[in-house]
């Protein structure tokens, strides 16, 4: 008898109880006295699917609409307009670049103790209209009916034709990286 694959098992996150933000750094003349922006994602959805009897048989599929994009510091009104326009027309140029996706092609998942791992997620970010290999970790700890994960990665801009914004005459200026935190809550899905 030829023993049957445990069924795929799909999480999908739910975007309100999880958090997915990204820090940019102030450089140059004015990087002292300024502030780094701390940015929100809004609107963004993901999907993991895997089979609970091979953990390498794992797969995850990640978007967000780049319009979506929120500063978190504390800002006069016209400074934050201001930032979001500079961060929707100029930089991320949303209109033309609506989405960022992720989808990974290779997940290690090792145990670390009963249903916590620890993943190394390898995969394909197109952003800015540029798709370039990326790679990650996280921890990953299962439940019954959910999954929660955390982990942060960086990202260049200059990998993915981003111009580096930059105000107030060019005195300050954003660096190169970015750094991408998260903290996921999934459900599975029945």
Not at 59 to 78: F, G, Q, Y
Not at 125 to 146: K, M, R, T, Y
Not at 147 to 169: C, N, P
């Amino acid at each position: 008898m030829v023993p049957t694959s445990a069924p795929i098992v799909c999480y999908v996150v739910d975007p309100r109880a999880s958090q997915f933000s990204v820090q940019a750094f102030a450089s140059g003349l004015a990087a002292a006295i300024a502030h780094s922006p701390k940015i929100a994602i809004r609107d963004w959805s993901g999907e993991v699917n895997f089979n609970p009897g091979a953990l390498g048989d794992v797969s995850i599929r990640v978007r967000l609409k780049t319009a979506t994009l929120e500063v978190l510091d504390e800002l006069n009104d016209r400074d934050r307009r201001e930032l979001h326009r500079v961060m929707r027309e100029e930089v991320l140029e949303s209109a033309r670049f609506p989405e960022v996706v992720f989808e990974s092609s290779e997940v290690q998942a090792v145990r670390q103790k009963d249903d916590l791992y620890r993943l190394t997620v390898r995969g394909r970010l197109s952003l800015h209209g540029i798709e370039n290999d990326h790679a990650f970790a996280a921890q990953v700890a299962l439940g019954v009916d959910s999954a929660r994960a955390y982990g942060e990665f960086s990202v260049l801009q200059t990998d993915y034709q981003i111009r580096i914004a930059s105000v107030a005459g060019g005195t300050l200026r954003l660096q190169d990286e970015l750094k991408l935190s998260f903290y996921i809550v999934a459900r599975r899905q029945t």
